[in-house]
């Protein structure tokens, strides 16, 4: 118990100390001459979040670009080579694959249902217990998501995976498939018989994109309901009366509406698919052919060591992201234009 | 949302609320079909009951796990449970007790809420006078100041972390000129406040500012006339107005923090593990012992769960002030 409280006293202390720093700042300020002092108090308010994004995200970006042109000891400049590094290695390679299946799989599949838990959720009498189910991943860790899964996936020596149960009861099923009921299923690559070669994902791969698309379902749903409950009732009626099937006024009215949400849940989902590192470390630890770029970025700086590659790693996501975050703006600024805003 | 307020409506007198409903449904009909009611048609409700399904057995499964003895986890399925029920909370009470060789995991609990709570203070309560100043003080170069935080929503993660781990180590120096101390921060529990703070302020101080700046210009008039500086205006309007949004972010962000791995991979050292770091260092290292990971996973998730039943409402309004701008 001696522990909790002295953390709570130094946490205590701390909150007191930079409050009175401020408070003190705040008076040092006030007595500069009028013509400052407007803006004197401003950065009073302001210096703590500026001071801790510039040390916390701005400089330590702009050093990663220069890392990522160094040597894996970070002595001596080598331009690009770590980038052609990055994709000419066969193991970087398939991380780049890897993530790129997690963005398409995992973007596709987490707007599909979202979509239709929203549309056919609305109205009925579960509506909300049903969204809460769908959300309730969503407030577990990823590492909690992925030992979830774990037991899913279960197979020897102790085969007590809800799956290789699945599989082994529909009959006819062969051993390649599940079919014994014994699978390893994160840990082998090959599926039916068929084994990948060393530069494509494996069937691991796609079970890891599974548990992802499982924790994201939720807020995609969250969104997409608020979004088609913001559809004017005026619409949608005005379509009905023109003879328009539910099928139709969904496609042809509630979708276009909803375009720009749609953009943005697909920009989340791909951000989080480029960064997906909790449920791959948790899991496989990115053996098997599972890695992604952003359990490699871990892995190769802070597991082996390597500065230049990890830093590389790490602006490629940047690099990957950038241009998700600049349609989505578009496309937000478009949809904005159109209301009138 | 509108499900909970129809289910107070119609608890007092089920009789009415049958009855109205029915009265709807006649009106439906006449209307030949309506909005609500025809979205869920058959074969998209089984649809949502399928996804449901989908979406909780997972779950219920280390639920039902954790309560199971070991030899029954090691040896069946959990759903065997229904036909072979036993419950202990041994694997409970294992994982929890301290001692050599002990899992001990409520020091582990103990960390997560050391980090979390000091760490929600600081990039709320810092985010909320930024969102002040940021919209209703005057400066040069306001605009562009919001502009390059909210810009900094862009920067993953990764891209900070080697230079802040590199800074919290070594601190930083140009020549030999120290421009940054050597905080010796590494493994530190306040070197992951830090962090947390500085990577959860764009989308507080984005989500803040867009608040804060909407409240009516009118109080911080009069406000003025009468007299009040920034700090009487902040610390007595700003705040008290601002409960709802800093609600909404303070849950958003204690989910984030609890729910993180890798920062606490990075910056917390091993004594200082939060619970789910220390939940993945389990399932590297107890591999075997699944009937204790799934005690360990319960007790993990305990807190984060219990805050989304709680307070749902909270979490999903932050979640979509926070999305739908992107």
Redesign the interface.
């Known amino acids: 118990m001696g522990?909790?409280v002295s953390?709570l006293v130094i946490?205590v202390i701390?909150?007191a100390a930079?409050a009175a720093l401020?408070g003190a700042m705040?008076w040092v300020v006030g007595r500069l001459p009028k013509k400052w002092r407007?803006?004197a108090?401003?950065?009073v308010?302001?210096f703590?979040?500026?001071v801790?994004?510039t040390?916390?995200?701005?400089?330590?970006?702009i050093?990663?670009i220069y890392?990522s042109l160094l040597d894996d000891n970070g002595n001596k400049f080598v331009g690009f080579e770590n980038y052609v590094d990055v994709f000419t290695t066969t193991g970087t390679r398939l991380t780049v694959f890897n993530s790129l299946s997690w963005v398409l799989i995992g973007t596709i599949a987490t707007v599909a249902?979202g979509l239709?838990?929203a549309?056919?959720?609305?109205?009925?009498?579960?509506?909300?217990?049903?969204k809460?189910?769908?959300?309730?991943?969503g407030?577990?860790?990823?590492?909690?998501t992925?030992?979830?899964?774990?037991?899913?996936y279960?197979g020897p020596p102790?085969d007590?995976?809800?799956l290789n149960?699945v599989t082994e009861g529909i009959p006819g099923l062969p051993d390649s498939w599940g079919g014994g009921g014994d699978r390893l299923w994160l840990l082998e690559r090959g599926f039916g018989g068929v084994d990948p070669p060393d530069s494509a994902p494996g069937v691991n791969t796609f079970l890891l994109i599974v548990v992802f698309i499982?924790a994201q379902?939720?807020?995609s749903t969250?969104?997409f309901s608020?979004a088609i409950?913001g559809v004017p009732?005026s619409l949608?009626?005005a379509a009905?009366v023109d003879g328009a099937t539910?099928q139709q006024t969904?496609y042809r009215v509630t979708l276009p509406y909803i375009r720009s949400?749609i953009?943005?849940?697909a920009?989340?989902t791909t951000?989080a698919g480029?960064?997906a590192?909790?449920i791959v470390?948790?899991?496989t630890?990115g053996r098997f052919g599972t890695s992604t770029i952003?359990n490699e970025?871990?892995v190769t700086?802070?597991v082996q060591g390597r500065?230049g590659v990890?830093?590389t790693?790490?602006?490629l996501?940047?690099i990957l992201?950038?241009p998700v975050?600049i349609l989505?703006?578009r496309a937000?600024a478009r949809a904005e234009e159109m209301m009138g805003g | 949302m509108s499900e909970t307020t129809q289910m107070t409506a119609t608890k007092p007198s089920l009789v009415q609320g049958l009855r109205a409903r029915r009265a709807k449904k006649r009106h439906e009909a006449s209307l030949g079909r309506s909005a609500a009611a025809t979205l869920s048609s058959k074969p998209g409700q089984i649809l949502v009951y399928l996804l449901v399904f989908l979406w909780t057995i997972p779950t219920f499964g280390i639920f039902i796990s954790s309560f199971r003895p070991e030899i029954d986890v090691k040896t069946s399925g959990w759903w065997n449970w229904f036909a072979d029920p036993g419950l202990t909370l041994d694997n409970y009470r294992s994982v929890l007790s301290s001692g050599p060789g002990q899992d001990d995991l409520w020091t582990f609990f103990l960390n997560s809420v050391r980090i979390t709570v000091p760490s929600v203070i600081l990039s709320v309560g810092l985010g909320l006078m930024a969102a002040y100043a940021l919209s209703w003080m005057k400066f040069r170069g306001r605009d562009w100041i919001f502009v390059g935080i909210v810009g900094l929503l862009m920067v993953p993660l990764q891209m900070a972390l080697i230079p802040m781990l590199q800074l919290f180590s070594g601190g930083a120096h140009i020549g030999s000129v120290t421009i940054f101390p050597d905080l010796d921060l590494t493994g530190e529990v306040y070197g992951v406040w830090l962090a947390h703070t500085a990577f959860g302020l764009p989308l507080v101080v984005f989500i803040l500012r867009n608040f804060v700046a909407a409240l009516p210009r009118d109080i911080f008039e009069a406000a003025r006339v009468d007299g009040a500086g920034h700090l009487t205006i902040f610390l007595r309007l700003v705040v008290p107005l601002s409960v709802p949004a800093v609600a909404s972010v303070s849950i958003f962000q204690f989910m984030w923090i609890w729910n993180d791995y890798l920062i606490a991979l990075i910056f917390a050292g091993r004594e200082n593990a939060p619970i789910v770091r220390q939940l993945a260092t389990l399932t590297g290292t107890r591999g075997q012992s699944y009937h204790l990971l799934t005690a360990a996973g319960m007790i993990s998730m305990i807190v984060p769960v219990a805050v989304f039943f709680a307070l749902q409402r909270y979490f999903v309004r932050g979640l979509l002030a926070g999305a739908v701008k992107g």
Not at chain 1, 119 to 130: K, L, N, P, Q, W
């Open positions: 522990d909790i953390a946490t701390a909150l930079l401020l705040y407007e803006g108090r401003a950065w308010f302001l703590p979040s500026a801790a994004v040390i916390g995200l701005l400089v330590p970006a050093r990663t890392l249902v239709a838990m549309r056919f959720a609305d109205g009925m009498r579960i509506e909300s217990a049903a809460s189910a769908i959300f309730l991943p407030a577990i860790s990823l590492v909690g992925g030992l979830i899964w774990g037991f899913v279960a102790f007590v995976g809800l149960a499982w379902a939720g807020i969250v969104i608020a409950k009732d949608i009626e009905k539910d969904f949400t953009v943005t849940v920009t989340l951000v480029l960064k590192f909790d470390a948790a899991t630890g952003a970025f871990y700086r802070f500065s990890g830093a790693l790490a602006v996501i940047f992201v950038i975050m989505n703006r937000q």
